[in-house]
């Protein structure tokens, strides 16, 4: 279960924040029905959302705020896709073809 939720808890905020299409949004909802230890999650979002919004907006330095932008450019960058690698199972049907001479 827990690959399972893990793959929802990525979408969680993007519930929260009406972001996910009609499909993904039925999905997770239909998850959270079986799932306490998401809904707890969720709650947890919930509340950290709230908690956040409620604090004073603080004046950044424009030093600070340029480091930070330049560790999370280079921390954050997206991975590449990844290859899925076909498999072939080798079958024993003879080729339909031209016959190959093995040279001895």
């Known amino acids: 279960m827990v690959i399972i939720c893990r793959r929802y808890r990525i ?3 993007a519930y929260l924040e009406n972001e996910l299409d ?3 949004n039925r999905l ?3 998850h959270l029905i079986d799932c306490p230890e998401c809904v707890a999650v969720l709650e947890t979002f ?3 959302i709230a908690l ?5 907006l603080l004046q950044v330095p424009d030093e600070l705020h340029s480091r930070i932008m330049q560790i999370l450019e280079r ?3 997206p991975e590449p896709p990844a290859i899925r690698l076909i498999i072939r199972r080798k079958t024993t049907k003879k080729r339909r073809g031209k016959k190959t001479k093995i040279k001895t």
């Open 11 to 13: 979408s969680l905020s």
């Open 22 to 24: 009609a499909n993904r």
């Open 28 to 30: 997770l909802e239909e």
């Open 46 to 48: 919930r509340k950290t």
């Open 52 to 56: 956040c919004r409620n604090l004073p």
């Open 75 to 77: 921390e954050f960058q």
